[in-house]
């Protein structure tokens, strides 16, 4: 299924779920809270697992790609970026850790300085959604091999209703023939350039 499918199936589950519970009593504000703080402690506990198999791995395989250009830049082409399998997993997981630092302030301004308790609930269940369909989980986690909708760089969401799992652009098939909205491109490093 669909990551934002299954994101959106979530969502509507526990927000029903929610309406049935009290949140003036105390007690289920607690609970409310635990179950966010153990998930955001499940989460920072995955990256740091992943970020310790990244550097034991050492991967130092080329990866030539072009980065799609931002939106609404008004730019044709991406920027063409050279780095490494384990740079680049590196900059993803940190694009992953900053988004959840990001939701945790957000959520804690939600909630301790307007007083929201609901959304706890919600904020408990979507972030692990996340982080289980996320590709480096499935790669260092899970086992997976980097290929087809793994094959990095990584193909970025499509939105709720395209297959984000089509696989990224092989490295053997030419840049020049993916077109720019199926995410960023590969290109393949050969032994002569990389001596060069």
Known sequence: MNAQVLN???ALGVMQYSKKLDFTDPQIVYYARAAYVISNAIIFGVYSIIQTRISSNNDRTPLVYEEPPAPFSG??????VTTTVKDYDNDQLQKAKKSSMIGVAMMAFMHLYMGYAQPLVLQSILPLISLFTNQLTSIYILGKAAEGSLARPFAAS??????TNKPAPSSSSPAANAS???GPTITEVKDDEKTS
Request: net charge positive; charged share 15%; aromatic share 6%.
């Open 8 to 10: 959106l199936v979530a």
């Open 158 to 163: 499509g939105g709720m209703f395209n297959n």
């Open 180 to 182: 720019p909205s199926e």
């Open 75 to 80: 730019q044709a082409s991406g920027k063409r």
